[in-house]
């Protein structure tokens, strides 16, 4: 819900808008990187993955690209719909053992 | 995701009190997770375990205690409940090794939540 938000970034796009959500990573070892959303008063929902020996992977509507150089991971949504409204989070997970570590979050606000 | 249920999805109680949360799954998953969400920052990870019996400590285990008696069903307690463990509480499933229907094998289902206030 909106305690989740909290702190977190903010973007705010206008709805047919492209949006860019970005996140840093620390830990070089991963070995995947994933795109959960959890819309309010709900739990996260998967949207896309990476693989660390990936820098680009698309998805419908979705698109996320891996800088391993500079540890950055984006999520690109097309033409976002306010259905897009949520908060993003990415996550790091090693394939041995299949822990998620989460980053803090950004939420999107889609403007009509 | 109906595939996993959490009860209550609401509770409030009171500090030294002993609570459980209790996380069901009917997708047949082996693995399970307990997060907790505060404000501003992401899910971390208390308990997660691979099977039946097994239990591994996650990030932030201190203060909770967890129980996989059976596949379908990993709960969550809280043996003296303190304010600081008010939070937003997620169980997860996953299956890494038979993703199906074009999941990916990083994909974890997650519950809806329970809200637990300690006062």
């Known amino acids: 819900g909106e305690s989740v938000g909290l702190h977190l970034p903010t973007l705010s796009v206008q709805e047919g808008d492209n949006s860019i959500i970005n996140c840093a990573y620390s830990?070089?070892?991963?070995?995947?990187f994933i795109w959960y959303k959890q819309e309010s008063g709900k739990g996260p929902q998967f949207i896309i993955d990476?693989?660390?020996?990936?820098d680009k992977r698309q998805g419908q509507r979705v698109t996320v690209l891996l800088n391993k150089t500079v540890k950055h991971l984006s999520l690109q949504i097309a033409a976002t719909q306010p259905g897009d409204s949520a908060v993003y989070f990415c996550?790091?997970?090693?394939?041995?053992?299949?822990?998620?570590?989460f980053g803090a979050g950004t939420i999107l606000r889609v403007k009509s | 995701d109906a595939d996993v249920t959490q009860t209550p999805r609401n509770r409030i109680t009171k500090t030294g009190k002993r609570i459980m949360l209790e996380c069901s799954q009917t997708?047949?998953?082996?693995?399970m997770y307990w997060y907790r969400q505060d404000p501003g920052l992401g899910l971390r990870l208390i308990y997660y375990?691979?099977?039946?019996?097994?239990?591994n400590k996650g990030e932030i285990s201190d203060g909770y205690s967890v129980s996989r008696q059976a596949q379908a069903k990993f709960s969550l307690s809280l043996e003296s409940a303190i304010p600081n463990q008010t939070a937003l509480y997620f169980c997860?499933?996953?299956?890494?090794?038979?993703?199906?229907?074009?999941?990916?094998?990083?994909?974890?289902?997650f519950g809806p939540g329970t809200r637990l206030t300690v006062l």
């Open positions: 996550a790091e997970n090693k394939a041995i053992g299949n822990k998620l570590v």
């Open positions: 990476i693989r660390s020996n990936m």
């Open positions: 375990s691979f099977d039946v019996k097994d239990i």
């Open positions: 997860a499933t996953s299956d890494p090794a038979a993703p199906s229907g074009g999941h990916s094998y990083n994909e974890q289902f």
């Open positions: 830990n070089s070892a991963s070995d995947y």
């Open positions: 997708k047949g998953h082996d693995r």
